[in-house]
């Protein structure tokens, strides 16, 4: 049976820059691949959904966001250049770690006939482990390449991916892989 899968890009929008001496670089290599990855599953009419971190500003929307991250410089702005939002795209603005969480993501993926999620983004460790168990709980196929994920550490990354690959039965391949 074929599945209905949807792209979920995590966090990869964030005014205050990414933390962590690693983080920065690692998150614009996985931004980079997400790019590559959005436009693959774009031809192929796979839905992008952002879930992204408001920061606490609840008078914010995503919009808003975005281009405040496109007008910064350095790794925030090119990451923001790279995925930036395309006609058709959704959103969900998430208060917590999981995309999950008091959003609505569920009645979003539920209204797209989804039931597999590609999750991509920031961080592997937190907010893609915490959507990642959320997704799983609901009975979503998980997909989680391996290259379009980041942590302020790899061996973070790599830890959370080989957990998430044993508990929640994820598809941890490169996104490269078929």
Not at 3 to 26: H, K
Not at 46 to 51: D, L, M, R
Not at 59 to 87: K, M, N, Y
Request: glycine share 6%; hydrophobic share 40%.
């Amino acid at each position: 049976m074929k599945r209905r899968a949807v792209l979920l890009l995590i966090d990869f929008f964030n005014p205050r820059g990414f933390e962590g001496g690693t983080l920065s670089p690692a998150t614009v290599r996985a931004a980079q691949r997400t790019a590559k990855l959005k436009a693959r599953l774009r031809r192929i009419g796979v839905p992008a959904v952002y879930a992204n971190d408001n920061f606490g500003r609840w008078e914010s929307e995503f919009s808003s966001l975005v281009q405040t991250c496109r007008g910064i410089g350095g790794d925030v702005g090119t990451v923001a250049q790279l995925l930036a939002p395309q006609r058709g795209d959704r959103s969900v603005l998430k208060p917590r770690h999981s995309a999950f969480y008091e959003t609505p993501l569920e009645y979003l993926l539920a209204s797209l006939g989804a039931d597999s999620v590609v999750l991509t983004g920031v961080a592997a460790d937190s907010c893609i482990m915490f959507t990642a168990h959320d997704a799983y709980l609901r009975k979503y196929a998980l997909r989680i390449p391996s290259d379009c994920v980041a942590a302020e550490r790899d061996a973070d990354r790599r830890m959370a991916l080989a957990y998430l690959a044993r508990v929640t039965k994820a598809d941890v391949r490169r996104s490269t892989a078929r």
